[in-house]
């Protein structure tokens, strides 16, 4: 059998929960807690695990829910949201006045990479009403300023290079950046705000790779804000071959198990831990696929697609309606952090 | 081990192509030409065809291509379409006075699905000037109107018995309906236009199930055009677990024959027949998996997905530039078609 | 002095407000009502002031408001619109389970005329799911379709005859027809909705000549609701000519009482009836212009700007941001309407 | 009669050419040629000019044409376009392989402002080709970036200063800014591009005051590149009156001579010079009206339609189209004269 290139390819995702799912390490310290329907996660990336999660160091806050198509709960994860921002503002020591600028990154003419700039849209922006002469704007609203710089393949211009610039020039306090994300699980998409004070690294977002932007190249606070609106089509593949694997297994111990019939539909595969079955079980199951480990299953289905020559994404067909409905969440919540007059329960 | 349930999926194709990739049948007459890189193929599906192929009876002729991003290329792909669909109309004895009506399905706010709605505003149309009093149209331009009746989801209306009512009010001689079509094969997304006198079948398009639109149900001739933007998910894995099972095959007879080595990167996999694997290799490289037939395959894909509950599609990341020139294709095809005046070199 | 030609241009307005500040008519019933600072006013136009008021008979109900772009404000305009169209539909004995189809006359890629459509996307249909075969629709909600015929010139099509097959097919007991209209004092435009009974009339909306649609065509009431978003060239200059005799005849009154002077800027001649100065007073301010009567200042306007070769329209710069409100005001109103379940207070 | 403030208002335009109608010193060098049915006047402004034609000194090149919604003649608008441009580069010693910026400012939102933005969309940007590392660009391509700045009112951003920083970052040696022009005549209206070695200064565009963008204060040279795209409501107005009084007086003269009648037809009241009347005929044609000067008319319009609380503009009706149009021939031209290999036949 031939060796698989395992350089070849490494699932992308910018989720640290999906590295979670993966490692297993008591000594990361990680604070789950639940409201309502909707859990938080809060994750404090050590220099020492920054290999192992392959994540930059930093904090991250995880916010999980299952729809917010729906109006009520769209607020209830706004809530959620918002109080989760304002706890990480505070915690950067970032006080009511000091001045933002907002970044949304992603090309807003491809739907699912338009969460940044269509967030960036109902940013309240004050920075041009503060700069107005013999202006005093009210109290309680903040200078902000928001900005979508587009993306290479249109501008021509390097993302991280353009912010520079601009940060030279506004000189705010610190930054919100606003992007879709890549999951490495398609249970997670649409499903999952994640925020880091870590900022931005290389090979963010559906597979542009933009320079690093964080508090240490540019030296301010920068806080990352995404949701994970598409997953790879190796990604699908992987997931699925997994899926089938743990639906063997199940099947194969409660088949015989009349009393654990009733019971088959309800098993959500998804939420299962991935790297759990035994090889034996595996191979039976999979056969030479099942011999593989993860990152070289992923790197065969890489290779295998490869000469379809697409870059492939998968969405819910509904894409449009639910990155409106996420980038509502995402404005909502961030101008109430920001402004304190702006007040959620409109 | 536990049976599936083989009546739950069956993997959604709108091309005759991909019939035709499982089914062998020497009956089946086919007409296969190359123009340039362009591949016409030429089907005539009989009454007894219909249950072996899934596919209406009528004329099938599909035009394959790798590219119409290019300004060249397009142009190149236009011209063959134009032909193609030029000789359709004459085969059914379509005059060229005859008034059409275009039609164009699917949903224009959701990118995949907006093939039809976007070809729609590109064509010339001309009824309005036909029916002004004292009006005399010039010489070559046909009666045309175009419409498209939105998706049943936004209007609550039936697409199929709006375009009922459409045709009795408006009395064309002929229609052509424009849609976003269903690969089973992700080799043949944006790569293939279909057309067919048979009409549009239920079932067809990104999973909205419609009523037949075809002449036994309307009385006048339907040219029904397509290109194939997505497959579902279900496909995707399918289509990798096939491509993974040739993979280990080839490696297997051809790793050790240094001879062979360089030619591996050149293999294509996705244009090799399908079936064609024995049973015991099958079973040596996916355990279990490799046991099911095809359609077994897909219902245990779409049982270990459905827990996800998100209606998944696989798309190129560009999508919108190329549903822009997919459309441009289509419509300039069909306006030269359509309008002897319309010159495709302009 | 060369005679204008009279028959040339009458200036356009669908508001029955515009020709009520021009007609004196005692005869005429008016019922002007306030509900803080939106005024309703509710016209019966009878057989035999279908002349004089260039409306066809039937009820007229016109809301007249200063600001929907604030929340609070649109809020309240959107609670008086959907008592006045419950009060029409309870007077036209509409009962809550009459179907209803919802219909968005214009041409969505014109902001202005871009109401009827945008309106039209955010309609809460359901036929489709009256039509599940076993599924019963929770009550409190009616069955309803809506639809965007498009435009004659994009389609080919005429609108009132695909809606006149579309009545066929659907059946519904009622329809409402959304457009924007046009006004013939800026003052109106966008601050204004008129629903009526009467239905839509040829040579309304911005300057698209179409069919009657009508209980008198169609035999179903037909309920058109509209809000003006432009006016036309000819109109603001033929207003502004209006505003400057009344300002020379204000500022020559009060000039020279220094009391005065302090309300001069408060004066609001855009609120005053026209027609009231005396012929010397025009003559002296305007010359030979103030020498004409208000249709010959129009075909006078008509004609010096027609070289121009251009259709013009005036709107608020801002069009698009009034427009999105205005189409939220009415699809929230007729939700609320239609479906008793759905509830203004989100 | 009370005196109007003359400092109110005073009549917003962009084109020289609408300076140079008022103005009238045979000092001013203009060469005028005519290319077919397609006009380029060339301007030099020099320093003692500044005040009296508003326009800061530099060249000016005007090109007037009818219409650019047929192909044909769009292509030789284009063709004039681009030759005019790439003259203006030579005469700044701009040479074929020096880095350029090209600019759009303009609310893209917004239709008659979204010219710059739309343009920028068919910008051929090539810089991140450039800084691929071991890349070779192909030779007849000039490295160009391309950038939307926004408007304030969404970013909070003063657009001057974002371009400065984005300079001081991307060092080109010279930048092209596009945007929408204000016209004080319609007639000029989407009939007219004017370039200009001068820059952008304030209160340029749609009404939004920006800093001054050019040379002096960017150190590279700034060509600015628009189309008249609205004018404002006082404008129209104002032309208005100006032909009503034209229209009084040619009648008055040709009336009673009937060899003339047939001509008064073809006169085209918006070519001709505005303030040739004496003030004798203004004040019978127009009585007090007629007595007040240009800027007092101004000002008088503008403070009778303040009431109106609007911020109006007057476009063409089908303004969505032709803005497309006009965008296509500034990026067609701007592309072929950046970079050689970029063919105008296409």
């Known amino acids: 059998m031939g060796k698989i290139d395992m350089s070849k390819y490494q699932i992308r995702t910018d989720l640290v929960l999906d590295e979670l799912d993966i490692v297993n390490d008591d000594t990361i310290k990680i604070d789950k807690r639940k409201i309502d329907d909707i859990t938080v996660t809060d994750v404090l990336v050590k220099d020492e695990f920054e290999n192992i999660l392959r994540k930059k160091k930093g904090r991250y806050i995880t916010i999980e829910y299952e729809d917010v198509t729906d109006y009520n709960n769209r607020n209830k994860v706004i809530k959620v949201f918002s109080d989760e921002l304002g706890k990480l503002l505070d915690n950067l020591n970032i006080n009511n006045n000091d001045e933002c600028l907002v970044i949304g990154l992603g090309n807003e003419k491809s739907t699912p990479d338009a969460l940044g700039p269509k967030t960036i849209d109902n940013i309240l922006v004050t920075k041009h009403l503060f700069q107005l002469k013999g202006n005093k704007v009210e109290s309680g609203f903040r200078c902000v300023s928001a900005f979508n710089p587009g993306v290479m393949g249109v501008t021509g211009i390097e993302t991280s290079e353009l912010i520079k610039s601009l940060i030279l020039t506004l000189k705010p306090k610190f930054i919100i950046v606003v992007d879709a994300l890549a999951a490495s699980s398609v249970s997670r998409v649409n499903k999952t705000i994640q925020m880091t004070d870590s900022g931005i690294h290389p090979g963010s977002g559906i597979g542009n790779s933009r320079k690093e932007i964080s508090k240490e190249v540019l030296g301010i606070p920068v806080i990352a804000i995404g949701i994970p609106t598409v ?22 111990k409660n088949i015989n198990n009349p009393s654990n019939r009733l019971a088959v539909k309800k098993v959500n595969y998804l939420k299962k831990k991935i790297n759990e079955l035994n090889v034996n079980d595996k191979k039976k199951y999979m056969g030479l696929l099942g011999e593989l480990n993860e990152d070289e299953i992923h790197s065969l289905i ?7 020559n697409y870059n492939l994404m998968v969405t819910p067909k509904e894409v449009d309606f639910i990155i409106d409905k996420q980038s509502e969440v995402l404005s909502s919540g961030i101008n109430s952090v920001l402004h304190k007059k702006v007040n959620l329960e409109k």
Do not use: R
């Open 231 to 252: 997953v790879d089509a190796v990604t699908i593949v992987s997931d699925t071959i997994h899926y089938m694997i743990k639906h063997f297994s199940y099947m194969e």
């Open 302 to 308: 890489y290779e295998v697609l490869s000469p379809i």
